[in-house]
C-alpha cells in the first residue's frame, strides 16, 4: 500500500491535460470485496500512464470492504490528488436471506441489510458527501417456485432499508426490475434452482416506482432507475452530477456510449478486465457471470 500512496505523489502535479475521464470498479464484479489489490493496481497504473481521472467509482454489496484501511487510505489519497470518488452501494434485502420452503438464498453472500445499512453512516464520512453514495435496491423481484406455487418478491423490504439509509444522509437511489428473457443465462439458472421470474408490466413497474419515490421523498430524496422499459431514463454514471459534486468543480467529457437501451451513463473505462473476474457473491440472477463458485477467500 505504501508503494501506491509514493506514486500518487510522484504523479500528483504531472497529469496531462487531457479530457479528464471516469474509472468504474466495477460493473461486472465486486472489485472493493474480492479485488481490492487489483482495483488499486488498475488505477495507478493509468495515473502512472498520465491519464486525467476525474472520478473512480466503486460498485459493491460490502461496504464493510470499503472501510478496510487500505481502501480507506487509498480513497482519501485520491480526494488528496483531486481526484474524486463515487459509491454505488447495492442493498437489496435479499443477502442471507432464505427464500421460500426449498431454502433458496437469492444472494448467498451478501451481507444482510441490516449489516450493510450499519456501516452507511461510515461510508458518507468516507466518500465526504451524501451525494456521493448512491444507494441501488437492485434488483426489485418476483420468482414463484415451480412446485410449491410460493410467490417471493423483496419489495416488502424497500421501506426499511430507505429510512435507516436516510438516518445517514443518503439522498439518491436507483432501481431496477428482474425480468425473464432479456439474459438465457439467468432464466436457465432459476429453471434450475426449480423458481420463474414473474415479470412486472409496465403499469406495475410505474406502480411500484411512483411508491418508492414517495418513501424517499419523505426524507428529501430522489429515486431513479437501471435502464427500466417504461421509466424514464436516467444516468448511473452522471457526467453532469460528477461534475457538480467534484470538489474543484472540474470539467468531464460527458459523451454516452448507450452500449443498453435507455441506458444514459457518461462514458466511463470499466477496469475490472473481461472476461469477467469471478464474484463470489453469488446472486442467483446476476447476468455478469455465467456460472456461481463457492468463496476461496
Not at 454505488?88 to 438464498?105: A, E, F, K, N, Q
Not at 439509509?165 to 436457465?188: E, M, R, W
Amino acid at each position: 500500500m505504501g508503494m501506491y500512496m509514493e506514486q500518487m505523489s510522484l504523479f500528483k502535479d504531472e497529469k496531462k491535460k487531457n479530457d479528464s475521464v471516469v474509472l468504474s470498479a466495477s460493473r461486472m464484479t465486486d472489485m472493493p470485496k474480492y479485488y481490492p489489490d487489483v482495483l488499486m493496481k488498475e488505477v495507478m497504473t493509468r495515473i502512472e500512464k498520465g491519464v486525467d481521472v476525474h472520478t473512480v467509482v466503486f460498485w459493491t454489496k460490502h461496504p464493510d470492504a470499503i472501510l478496510k484501511s487500505t481502501m480507506t487510505e487509498f480513497i482519501n489519497n485520491l480526494f488528496s490528488l483531486g481526484i474524486q470518488c463515487y459509491l454505488h452501494c447495492t442493498i437489496t434485502g435479499m443477502g442471507g436471506r432464505i427464500v421460500g420452503s426449498d431454502g433458496l438464498y437469492m444472494e448467498p453472500n451478501a451481507p444482510k441489510a441490516s449489516d450493510a445499512l450499519a456501516v452507511l453512516p461510515e461510508i458518507v464520512e468516507l466518500f465526504r458527501n451524501p451525494m456521493r453514495v448512491m444507494l441501488r435496491i437492485d434488483p426489485l423481484v418476483k420468482i414463484r417456485n415451480n412446485v410449491t406455487g410460493e410467490i417471493f418478491s423483496n419489495f416488502d423490504c424497500v421501506k426499511s432499508i430507505i429510512e435507516n439509509s436516510a438516518k445517514a444522509g443518503i439522498k439518491t437511489y436507483t432501481i431496477s426490475f428482474l425480468q425473464s428473457n432479456i439474459h438465457k443465462k439467468v432464466d436457465n439458472r432459476f429453471k434450475k434452482i426449480g423458481w420463474s421470474i414473474e415479470n412486472f408490466t409496465i403499469s406495475q413497474k410505474r406502480g411500484f416506482f411512483d411508491r418508492i419515490k414517495s418513501m424517499a421523498g419523505k426524507f428529501g430524496g430522489k429515486v431513479y432507475s437501471c435502464s427500466v422499459y417504461g421509466l424514464e431514463e436516467s444516468r448511473c454514471i452522471n457526467g453532469y452530477l460528477l461534475e457538480e459534486l467534484h470538489p474543484d468543480k472540474k470539467y468531464i467529457r460527458k459523451d454516452e456510449p448507450r452500449k443498453r437501451n435507455l441506458c444514459g451513463c457518461t462514458h466511463s473505462i470499466d477496469i475490472g478486465g473481461w472476461p469477467p473476474k469471478k464474484c463470489f457473491t453469488g446472486c442467483q440472477y446476476c447476468y455478469a457471470n455465467s456460472s456461481y463458485h463457492e468463496p476461496s477467500i
